[in-house]
Nanobody, 120 residues
């Protein structure tokens, strides 16, 4: 079955760096674009960065542009989010997501979430 298992995250000081990973299994990872989201307490999840299936196109939220880098290794079926120059406002739970497909009735899938805490 489809699985997205996240790793990385934790506590870091302001200005520090962290890397999140999302290991995929149960589907052809190289065939799907992927997205990182984050969620603040009592808020809806917001997209942080997305990447095309081949990894050639990326998009970032304005709040992380120039600081975060999304990448993927299709040979290993792993999605990454390199987070640099972290700020306290980056503190959130981060999720990776595989989109669904309407025509083939495939559901979207989410990773389990990982806490990132940035201290000032």
């Amino acid at each position: 079955q489809v699985k997205l298992v996240q790793s990385g995250g934790g506590l870091v000081q302001s200005g520090g760096s962290l890397r999140l990973a999302c290991e995929a299994s149960g589907f052809d990872f190289s065939d799907y674009p992927m997205t990182w989201y984050r969620q603040y307490p009592d808020k809806e999840r917001e997209a942080v960065a997305d990447i095309s299936a081949a990894g050639t196109t990326t998009h970032y939220a304005d709040s992380v542009k120039g600081r975060f880098i999304i990448s993927r290794d299709n040979d290993k079926s792993i999605l990454y989010l390199q987070m640099n120059d972290l700020k306290p406002e980056d503190t959130a739970v981060y999720y990776c997501k595989r989109p669904g497909r309407q025509l083939s009735r495939e559901l979207e899938y989410w990773g389990q979430g990982t806490q990132v805490t940035v201290s000032s």
